[in-house]
């Protein structure tokens, strides 16, 4: 069965790095976009990034333009979210998100920006 399982969040300081993995199974990843999205608490789910099947096409909200970059390593069907300049604003749970003709989810891994 499909299968997301995102890894890479934990404690950091603010102005910190972060890398968080997706690591995929189950499905063509190939054929499918990802997205990353956030939800803090008392707030909605927010799309925060997305590649496109292959990688060459890649958005961001603008919340997180030029400090976060979203890349895809199709050989090894995991993707990446590189978060920098890290805000305390950016503390939430992070979640990834495939999609093509089917939309699978992972659990989510927590991130806390915080001194």
């Known amino acids: 069965q499909a299968q997301l399982v995102e890894s890479g969040g934990g404690l950091v300081q603010p102005g910190g790095s972060l890398r968080l993995s997706c690591a995929v199974s189950?499905?063509?990843?190939?054929?499918?976009?990802i997205r990353w999205h956030r939800q803090a608490p008392g707030k909605e789910r927010e799309l925060v990034a997305a590649?496109?099947?292959?990688?060459?096409?890649?958005n961001y909200a603008d919340s997180v333009k030029g400090r976060f970059i979203i890349s895809r390593d199709n050989a090894k069907n995991t993707v990446y979210l590189q978060m920098n300049s890290l805000k305390p604003e950016d503390t939430a749970v992070y979640y990834c998100?495939?999609?093509?003709?089917?939309?699978?989810w992972g659990q989510g891994t927590q991130v806390t920006v915080s001194s």
């Open positions: 590649i496109s099947s292959i990688g060459g096409r890649t």
């Open positions: 998100n495939a999609i093509w003709n089917e939309s699978y």
């Open positions: 189950g499905f063509t990843f190939n054929n499918y976009a």
